[in-house]
């Protein structure tokens, strides 16, 4: 039991560096290297955050000594953005920093219209791979054929 003690007091530690550092890194570069713009949100929205926790850690450290749960609470935190099922840095990027920072967004997503809000509604509403989807069926068939989905989808969910 001994050992099971020492390996859970220091799971943190043990795989923290490849949660927080590792596979983002990794995921960093497939991004850069990948056509898609979309998956470059994702990764740069998550080195931001990670940059404000760490600026958070080091200014807080000795207040945060007493928190013996801290380490944890980070590592959990940084797996729920760093893990493509919940998409986290996405999430908290469109949800609190874009909204706080007062960006103006003025390229529009994936090459539409800056006039078409509908269309960045649904987009935001999607995953990330849901709007790599949408982006190659665009390429293939245009944003005239997106946008008869969108109205047909509307047209279907009305119907219910």
């Known amino acids: 039991m001994g050992v099971l003690g020492a ?3 220091q799971l943190d530690t043990i795989i923290g560096p490849g949660v ?3 596979f ?7 991004a850069i290297e990948s ?3 979309l998956d470059d949100q994702q990764w740069l929205t998550y080195w931001v955050l990670y940059s404000f926790i760490t600026l958070f850690e ?3 450290n000795k207040i945060l000594a007493w928190f013996p749960i801290w380490p944890y ?9 760093v893990l493509p099922m919940f998409n986290g840095a996405a999430y908290v990027y469109g949800n609190f920093v874009r909204k706080y920072t007062k960006i103006v967004y003025d390229h529009d997503l994936i090459g539409y219209s800056k006039n078409n809000e509908e269309q960045r509604k649904v987009l935001q509403m999607m995953s990330l791979d849901a709007r790599k989807a949408v982006e190659r069926y665009i390429d293939r068939y245009g944003p005239d ?3 008869k989905i969108i109205r047909s989808a509307g047209r279907e969910a009305r119907k219910h």
């Open 7 to 9: 390996i859970a007091r």
């Open 20 to 22: 927080m550092l590792l």
């Open 24 to 30: 983002p890194l990794y995921a960093s570069v497939r």
């Open 35 to 37: 056509p898609s713009t």
């Open 58 to 60: 080091l200014s807080a």
């Open 73 to 81: 609470l980070k590592l959990v935190f940084c797996m729920w953005l």
């Open 145 to 147: 054929a997106f946008d």
